[in-house]
Nanobody
Framework: QVQLVESGGGLVQPGGSLRLSCAAS????????IGWFRQAPGKEREGVSC????????RYADSVKGRFTVSRDNAKNTVNLQMNSLKLEDTAVYYC????????????????WGQGTQVTVSS
């Protein structure tokens, strides 16, 4: 079965860290560009990061630049999103998606989406 599954979400205090993982089954992630997105309650979904197939081209939203880092782990067939210095406004459901190519934060040729993982930043 082809699917993407996010994990690693949870409750963290402001200034804390979380590491999200996007794991694939049924296909190989390193052949796809991977986008991370988030959607907060009452807000539209926004792009957080996008990494192209080679991993050499990575884009971040201005709101997370310098705090979030995306990386590929080809051995585990995952893409990880390390989130540091978390802020209250980072609270959202985070999704990963696999596609053909990143155009900035826009993921072209979207093929697969995960179900999302909740990140809550609260004191």
């Amino acid at each position: 079965q082809v699917q993407l599954v996010e994990s690693g979400g949870g409750l963290v205090q402001p200034g804390g860290s979380l590491r999200l993982s996007c794991a694939a089954s049924g296909f190989t992630l390193n052949g796809y560009a991977i986008g991370w997105f988030r959607q907060a309650p009452g807000k539209e979904r926004e792009g957080v990061s996008c990494i192209n197939t080679s991993g050499g081209s990575i884009r971040y939203a201005d709101s997370v630049k310098g705090r979030f880092t995306v990386s590929r782990d080809n051995a585990k067939n995952t893409v990880n999103l390390q989130m540091n210095s978390l802020k209250l406004e980072d609270t959202a459901v985070y999704y990963c998606a696999a596609g053909l190519r990143c155009f900035g934060l826009v993921l072209g040729g979207q093929s697969y989406w995960g179900q999302g993982t909740q990140v809550t930043v609260s004191s």
